[in-house]
């Protein structure tokens, strides 16, 4: 069947000049797999060009501080900011280029030039803080995104769905405290950086926006997709995004060498089509997603071809109906600790 859904990637070879050292999980060579999951479906994606992000997009997220930081350890590379999070001679512009794609990519998608889209950028975002770089992110391109189509396109109400097995606590700290950003996270726990409780769940005007799933390791798709069904699901139905971001990390994926989560293609496929489902019942469509981790080349290979093949499927069953968990699995208790802390703003939290 022809393909004739508008979707968009971006991917640009100078994000492999982002360079630490050799042995570093978070290297150029990340992105070979993922080009060619790109590659396989290039006649049916629309490319988009990379442009860097300028200061004024930055500043609405990060200090200026942190951008004269990370632009001064470039000049001095190599050099950590971080024992994780390192920079490199063309780091500073590279990352700039991260964040410009991601801007341009939630942009065309909010305006309806896309339906979709997918930017398979580095260095990742969702660990940077307004004031630090840190887990090997520099700038939070998926945090900078979002600004950018609130203040430019008048999306008043987003969600931020995160799923990399690591907790995007910058993401979180960002917009914790805002009602208007969902920002919904399942990840292994604990894990680096050691945030995501479930009781973490935003702050004064934000609280209930910032809903958090810590998965025990040897989590796998059963427990992947059944929060997202489950939690997910009715909590975006009563908050009724406008427009959906993902920070998409394969680090989640059975071979990832980073974490202890046991995901497969068909966990992300399914993840990835709750995603498209969700938006396409709540917002037009509107979906765009951001790399974010994943260290393994086939959880890389996998998860982002799974990915692609949902955003450019003419059409999504829908939101099919979900078994109830087992009574006492580690599922049926997420759900239930999740209850305890937004039962109350969102009533449906657990229904199907």
Same mark, same amino acid.
């Given at each position: 069947?022809?393909?004739?859904?508008?979707?968009?990637?971006?991917?640009?070879?100078?994000?492999?000049?982002?360079?630490? &050292?050799?042995?570093? #999980?978070?290297?150029?060579?990340?992105?070979?797999?993922?080009?060619?999951?790109?590659?396989?479906?290039?006649?049916?994606?629309?490319?988009?060009?990379?442009?860097?992000?300028?200061?004024?997009?930055?500043?609405?997220?990060?200090?200026?501080?942190?951008?004269?930081?990370?632009?001064?350890?470039?000049?001095?590379?190599?050099?950590?900011?971080? #024992?994780?999070?390192?920079?490199?001679?063309?780091?500073?512009?590279? /990352?700039?280029?991260?964040?410009?794609?991601?801007?341009?990519?939630?942009?065309?998608?909010?305006?309806?030039?896309?339906?979709?889209?997918?930017?398979?950028?580095?260095?990742?975002?969702?660990?940077?803080?307004?004031?630090?770089?840190?887990?090997?992110?520099?700038?939070?391109?998926?945090?900078?995104?979002?600004?950018?189509?609130?203040?430019?396109?008048?999306?008043?109400?987003?969600?931020?769905?995160?799923?990399?097995?690591?907790?995007?606590?910058?993401?979180?700290?960002?917009?914790?405290?805002?009602?208007?950003?969902?920002?919904?996270?399942?990840?292994?726990? &604990?894990?680096?950086?050691?945030?995501?409780?479930?009781?973490?769940?935003?702050?004064? &005007?934000? /609280?209930?926006?910032?809903?958090?799933?810590?998965?025990?390791?040897?989590?796998?798709?059963?427990?992947?997709?059944?929060?997202?069904?489950?939690?997910?699901?009715?909590?975006?139905?009563?908050?009724?995004?406008?427009?959906?971001?993902?920070?998409?990390?394969?680090? @989640?994926?059975?071979?990832? &060498?980073?974490?202890?989560?046991?995901?497969?293609?068909?966990?992300?496929?399914?993840?990835?089509?709750?995603?498209?489902?969700?938006?396409?019942?709540?917002?037009?469509?509107?979906?765009?997603?951001?790399?974010?981790?994943?260290?393994?080349?086939?959880?890389?290979?996998?998860?982002?071809?799974?990915?692609?093949? /949902?955003?450019?499927?003419?059409?999504?069953?829908?939101? /099919?109906?979900?078994?109830?968990?087992?009574?006492?699995?580690?599922?049926?208790?997420?759900?239930?600790?999740?209850? @305890?802390?937004?039962?109350?703003?969102?009533?449906?939290?657990?229904?199907?």
């Amino acid at each position: 069947m022809a393909v004739t859904r508008s979707v968009g990637v971006v991917e640009d070879p100078r994000y492999r000049e982002h360079r630490g &050292p050799g042995a570093h #999980p978070e290297r150029p060579e990340r992105l070979a797999a993922v080009g060619r999951a790109i590659a396989e479906r290039a006649a049916a994606l629309h490319r988009l060009a990379s442009r860097p992000a300028n200061d004024d997009e930055l500043l609405r997220v990060h200090s200026l501080a942190l951008l004269r930081r990370i632009e001064a350890a470039a000049r001095r590379a190599p050099e950590h900011l971080d #024992p994780d999070t390192y920079v490199s001679a063309q780091s500073f512009e590279v /990352a700039r280029l991260a964040a410009g794609a991601a801007v341009d990519l939630a942009r065309a998608v909010a305006r309806g030039e896309l339906q979709a889209g997918f930017a398979a950028v580095r260095p990742p975002g969702h660990h940077a803080e307004r004031e630090h770089a840190m887990g090997f992110c520099l700038f939070n391109n998926v945090a900078v995104a979002a600004e950018a189509v609130r203040r430019e396109e008048g999306v008043e109400r987003l969600l931020i769905l995160d799923w990399d097995v690591h907790h995007g606590n910058g993401t979180q700290r960002i917009f914790e405290d805002d009602r208007d950003v969902l920002y919904f996270s399942t990840h292994q726990f &604990p894990c680096y950086p050691g945030s995501g409780a479930v009781q973490e769940a935003g702050l004064g &005007p934000g /609280a209930g926006s910032t809903v958090n799933v810590p998965l025990l390791p040897g989590a796998g798709d059963r427990e992947l997709v059944g929060a997202l069904r489950r939690i997910l699901v009715p909590v975006a139905q009563r908050f009724r995004p406008q427009l959906i971001l993902v920070s998409a990390g394969f680090d @989640a994926h059975q071979d990832d &060498p980073l974490a202890s989560l046991e995901v497969t293609r068909e966990g992300f496929a399914e993840a990835s089509r709750i995603a498209r489902a969700l938006a396409d019942e709540l917002c037009g469509g509107r979906l765009a997603v951001l790399l974010e981790g994943g260290y393994a080349p086939s959880g890389l290979y996998e998860g982002v071809s799974a990915l692609l093949d /949902a955003l450019l499927a003419e059409e999504t069953p829908g939101l /099919a109906p979900c078994p109830p968990p087992p009574a006492g699995s580690v599922l049926a208790q997420v759900v239930e600790q999740l209850r @305890a802390v937004h039962g109350q703003r969102y009533p449906d939290l657990g229904s199907a």
